[in-house]
């Protein structure tokens, strides 16, 4: 297994509302995410908002918060009633 400093990562401990923390648990949740994964994709997308250069190699991280969701509600039954207009 590899250690944090191997991969190039830093510990980062920040006190914050219970209230937000349950909010951002949930999003990730649904998500499908881990916190860590959520919350990491969620400050680069606030860097790259203000300018500030995300690697190319992490810039995708983002995009992938959404597909869980998709999916689910791809497969809704409210959505059933669009497959027949194909």
Known sequence: MSTRNE???????IEIEIELRN??????????LSLRDYVAAALR??????G???PSNQSDE??????PSFARDWE????????DLA
């Open 7 to 13: 991969r190039d990562e830093s510990l980062l401990s």
């Open 52 to 54: 500030v250069a995300v």
């Open 62 to 67: 983002w995009s992938r918060l959404s597909i």
């Open 76 to 83: 809704s039954d409210a959505d059933a009633v669009y497959d």
């Open 45 to 50: 997308d606030a860097l790259a908002s203000h």
């Open 23 to 32: 909010r951002i648990e949930a999003a990730a949740l649904e998500r499908g």
